[in-house]
């Protein structure tokens, strides 16, 4: 069934006591009113915005990851079972920049709770591939969380919004945002001392990682169209991605957990180098959000610092 459909049905059976939609930004002053001695009742989008609203909100709040576990967000789409979820909760934190497609459609049927856009205040860079209509985020590279600095803006932002929406327990989520975002800068120091003595050239599967390397003077490149995280490698791409590799002395080429490894093996079958995983981190794994940094960061060494 048409996903409009759907949420078009659903409007028409769910009866909400509320009166309004609100977007979140910085400059809300919007409050959710939540009964005494209730938590938040919160939807993370997915899994890195799932971690960072638990470190923030911690047992003041009842957060679900909304995008199931092992499941690729970028093309997820939700269920009517789904969306009556989303109609429940007090807040929805979104990444924002287009990456949860689902969102306009579900402002469009009437859903009146508070949607948290973590993006705000984050400078977007353009994506490299506006003009092709498949798999593209109108609204620029929605990668941000992979940069610990523009991760930080999104933690605060969901601090801010628990905040606006729960006032009495302002200071606690303001402070759980502090403690976690200082993980965050010592995560930040540790990625900007031991690459700063490195190459600069890597090969990732897509175009994940360019605020990362915009924030640590890398240069990206990758093995399928930008943003395009279920491309397929075509005769020529592979040729120029070898040609590259061999230009610039690159031996590791980076694959991704969700994806086929064998792309990966021809390119570094064809330079006699070997695959490692860099992690663009959107599904739920082991481990936690900047121990899945530290193993990006331990394998990016060993292809830059060898």
């Given at each position: 069934m048409n996903i409009q459909i759907k949420f078009a049905i659903l409007a028409i059976i769910t009866v909400i006591p509320l009166s309004s939609i609100v977007v979140y930004g910085t400059d809300s002053n919007q409050q959710f009113t939540i009964?005494?001695?209730?938590?938040?009742?919160?939807?993370s989008s997915?899994?890195?915005?799932?971690?960072?609203?638990?470190n923030v909100g911690q047992d003041k709040i009842d957060v679900t990851l909304l995008v199931p576990i092992g499941v690729e967000p970028h093309d997820w789409e939700p269920t009517?079972?789904?969306?009556?979820?989303?109609?429940?909760?007090?807040?929805?934190?979104?990444?924002?920049?287009?990456f949860e497609n689902w969102v306009d459609d579900l402002q469009q049927n009437n859903f009146q709770g508070i949607i948290v856009d973590?993006?705000?205040?984050?400078?977007?860079?353009?994506?490299?591939?506006?003009?092709?209509?498949?798999?593209?985020?109108?609204?620029?590279?929605?990668?941000?969380w992979l940069n610990p600095v523009t991760a930080k803006i999104q933690v605060q932002n969901i601090a801010n919004a628990f905040s606006?929406?729960?006032?009495?327990?302002?200071?606690?989520?303001?402070?759980?945002?502090?403690?976690?975002i200082e993980q965050l800068d010592l995560l930040d120091v540790k990625i900007r001392n031991e690459l700063s003595q490195c190459n600069n050239d890597f090969i990732a599967f897509h175009d994940a990682f360019s605020y990362f390397a915009d924030e640590y003077d890398l240069n990206q490149h990758t093995i399928i169209s930008p943003n395009n995280s279920h491309g397929e490698a075509t005769a020529r791409t592979l040729e120029n991605i070898i040609s590259t590799a061999n230009t610039l002395n690159?031996?590791?080429?980076?694959?991704?957990?969700t994806v086929d490894v064998r792309t990966s093996?021809?390119?570094?079958?064809?330079?006699?180098?070997?695959?490692?995983?860099?992690?663009?981190?959107?599904?739920?794994?082991?481990?936690?959000?900047?121990?899945?940094?530290?193993?990006?960061l331990e394998n990016l060494k060993e292809a830059l610092c060898q």
């Open positions: 009964n005494e001695n209730s938590k938040l009742q919160v939807i997915f899994y890195p915005l799932h971690e960072f609203s638990q009517i079972k789904d969306v009556q979820q989303m109609q429940k909760s007090d807040l929805i934190i979104v990444n924002g920049i287009g973590t993006s705000n205040g984050v400078s977007v860079k353009s994506s490299s591939e506006e003009h092709e209509e498949e798999h593209v985020h109108n609204n620029g590279d929605p990668h941000i606006d929406s729960d006032p009495e327990n302002q200071q606690y989520y303001q402070s759980n945002a502090a403690k976690y690159i031996k590791v080429i980076f694959s991704e957990e093996q021809i390119i570094a079958n064809e330079i006699g180098g070997r695959v490692l995983v860099l992690s663009p981190i959107e599904i739920a794994s082991d481990g936690t959000y900047i121990s899945k940094m530290t193993e990006n």
